[in-house]
């Protein structure tokens, strides 16, 4: 017998740190807290850091955890500050610390837990994030000690790429931990049908789900045209294929790859303008890619933006002819997904978990994920897209209308409401 939520459920969501800076994920679960509220359900978000939390989402002080569910309205998802401690630090007496990356000793203190239980206890599913956060754990228990079910999503911690990395201290923990929590849960959230077929292996008495991240597409259905970022950028007037790139700068994103393919490209002749815009991760990184950029006769030709956000980074996606963003791993690549919706094509790598959706758009170029020095496949790629501007055009038509239907957001909420209300997917 089909289940069916009422119109309005309740939904809470638990990440440990809600910040921009850190990439995707979190960006995933900002979108998908609003798009249940947009879609009529109270959404209630539980977070240890929530410095990047929409304003307007944040429970005013002193009312308490019922406050929350009066809060949440259909539309308006609410934000409740849960605390969270990291006992290496506390044994330390360190005071104002940020907590990092995911660690065993991170917990959610006493209190923190008395709030937590009384949102959950209000809700009809709780959605946990990430299989290494140690936080996820006493949620869960929580759950089922309350009798809610819980859905928690991997974000392609569990796939082959990332469990090749510490790959014997994550075998411990999961051992230990975390494979109890995955096979416990209603569903463990896959958001790729590659992810889930790599991910099933870790958790064999669970089950997988798979569902694509709730993309906010409405910034793209009404765009704005190029000219707002090429009044920002003076990067875009100079001679040469604009690439873009709008991601963190992190060194599995492959931007030294696209160095060394412009590299040979420029000595072709062809040139470049490669745009890489987002925070350094590490901060140091953005001084590596400087460095390589000199090293390779490029320091004209890579121009690194910043942080871009809003109307300007949608125009910013529009005045590239070409986003590059190979990855050695991703477990989804909401900035792929957005230059498609954008209108501009895209050359990425097998790396990337939704590549064959991907090529099946025809709004992408797909390389295979291993570095070369040469970069001739990558090369090649640019090559081609430099030297036909109708290629180009078309490839962006084809990719832009996959991302608005096939990653519409109310077709994707379907998904999801048929997920938390354990029912098979639905087309």
Not at 129 to 146: C, D, F, T, V, Y
């Amino acid at each position: 017998m089909r289940r069916t939520y009422p119109l309005r459920v309740r939904i809470a969501h638990f990440l440990k740190s809600i910040d921009l800076k850190g990439g995707g994920v979190t960006r995933a679960v900002l979108d998908l807290c609003s798009g249940m509220a947009d879609r009529g359900h109270h959404v209630v978000l539980m977070s240890g850091e929530d410095e990047d939390v929409p304003a307007p989402w944040r429970v005013p002080p002193g009312g308490g955890p019922a406050a929350a569910w009066n809060f949440a309205q259909p539309g308006r998802p609410a934000s409740v500050r849960i605390p969270v401690k990291d006992l290496r630090r506390e044994l330390r007496r360190q005071k104002n610390y940020q907590l990092g990356p995911d660690f065993p000793t991170h917990y959610i203190t006493g209190p923190g837990q008395r709030t937590a239980e009384a949102i959950i206890r209000g809700c009809q599913v709780l959605h946990l994030h990430g299989p290494w956060a140690a936080p996820n754990h006493q949620l869960a228990k929580i759950a089922r000690r309350a009798g809610v079910p819980y859905i928690l999503t991997s974000h392609g911690m569990l796939d082959d790429w990332s469990m090749s990395e510490h790959t014997l201290r994550k075998k411990v923990y999961l051992t230990v931990r975390s494979r109890a929590m995955l096979e416990g849960a209603r569903a463990v959230h896959c958001t790729a049908q590659g992810e889930a077929d790599q991910s099933r292996v870790h958790f064999p008495r669970g089950r997988a789900a798979v569902v694509p991240l709730l993309v906010d597409m409405a910034p793209f259905r009404t765009l704005p045209g190029p000219e707002l970022a090429r009044e920002r950028f003076p990067a875009l007037h100079l001679q040469g294929l604009k690439v873009l790139c709008l991601s963190r700068l992190h060194p599995v994103k492959g931007l030294e790859r696209v160095l060394n393919a412009a590299a040979g490209l420029k000595a072709q002749g062809i040139a470049l303008q490669l745009l890489f815009a987002g925070p350094s991760d590490p901060a140091e990184y953005a001084g590596v890619l400087t460095e390589r950029a000199r090293a390779l006769g490029l320091s004209e030709n890579m121009h690194l933006l910043g942080m871009v956000g809003g109307t300007e980074k949608v125009s910013l996606y529009q005045a590239a002819d070409v986003y590059a963003q190979p990855s050695v791993h991703e477990n989804f690549g909401i900035s792929l997904v957005e230059s498609l919706a954008a209108g501009t094509p895209i050359i990425t790598a097998k790396g990337v978990n939704i590549w064959p959706e991907l090529q099946a758009s025809g709004g992408a170029v797909i390389v295979e994920p291993e570095p070369s020095d040469e970069e001739p496949e990558l090369r090649l790629a640019l090559a081609t897209l430099h030297a036909d501007p109708t290629k180009r055009t078309q490839m962006g038509a084809a990719g832009r209308k996959w991302a608005l239907e096939v990653l519409d957001q109310g077709r994707i909420v379907k998904e999801y409401e048929a997920m938390y209300a354990n029912e098979p997917r639905t087309k």
